[in-house]
């Protein structure tokens, strides 16, 4: 999973304030994938991006997220006017298969989010 | 409700032993049962994958199984070593592609010396 690169690894803003999380797939990766993993719990699928179109966003809150994965560059997780619920810890997983075929779905190393 | 359910929650060894994980699975459609290791603040890194037809699957010291007709699931660690401390997590597919993808709370493992 060391090509997943994820960025920052550790975030700390205070409510109210914007989180932008970065994730640059593996090469040749043109599918990515964020989850958020809660204190205690198991990791829950957001929204899964191709480049510059966003697939599947049904596990994505309907507010203060969003997500782009522009032509260029790495994809982008942002959360506006973040409260103390949103800390959490934030992976970016990439394949460069639209269908998961074996082990071809990589995670980064996770960005941990922590709101004061 | 798609759920997956993982015990023991936590399990502390002696490093030289075997130990035996289980998941239990409520997910469906069925596709794929995954078994990833999650080292403390890292992210998780794939163990195995078994599809329905699949009984067994060994990778290494780690062998998991599959019981689709029980929907349950086990990963047996033999002779653990130290750096099998980390949390093992069971994830279910229900159809292709990673968004579809249930994850379980995850056993945390700590092999002691």
């Known amino acids: 999973n060391a090509g997943v690169m994820q960025n920052p690894r550790h975030l700390v803003r205070r409510r109210g304030q914007e989180a932008r999380l970065r994730c640059s797939p593996m090469?040749?990766?043109?599918?990515v994938y964020w989850y958020r993993q809660l204190p205690e719990e198991g990791l829950k699928f957001m929204v899964y991006?191709?480049?510059?179109?966003?697939?599947?966003e049904s596990g994505m809150p309907k507010e203060r997220f969003s997500a782009e994965f522009p032509k260029e560059g790495p994809s982008i997780l942002r959360i506006q006017q973040v409260v103390r619920g949103d800390s959490a810890a934030y992976f970016c997983?990439?394949?460069?298969?639209?269908?998961?075929?074996?082990?071809?779905?990589?995670f980064g190393e996770g960005s941990w989010l922590t709101v004061v | 409700k798609n759920q997956v359910e993982q015990s023991p929650q936590s399990l502390i060894i002696l490093e030289g032993k075997n130990c035996t994980l289980q998941c239990n699975y409520t997910v469906s459609p069925f596709s794929n049962l995954r078994w990833y290791k999650q080292d403390t603040g890292r992210g998780p890194v794939s163990l195995t994958i078994?599809?329905?037809?699949?009984n067994t699957k060994s990778n290494g010291r780690y062998t998991a199984t599959l019981d689709a007709d029980t929907k349950q699931s086990s990963l047996h660690i033999t002779a653990s070593q130290l750096s099998d401390s980390a949390s093992y997590i069971c994830?279910?597919?229900?159809?292709?592609?990673?968004?579809?993808?249930?994850f379980g709370t995850g056993t945390r493992l700590t092999v002691i010396p």
């Open positions: 991006l191709q480049k510059e179109n966003i697939i599947d």
């Open positions: 994830v279910v597919s229900t159809q292709t592609g990673a968004n579809n993808l249930f």
């Open positions: 078994m599809t329905f037809s699949e």
């Open positions: 997983a990439s394949s460069p298969f639209a269908g998961d075929a074996g082990n071809t779905i990589y």
């Open positions: 090469k040749g990766h043109s599918h």
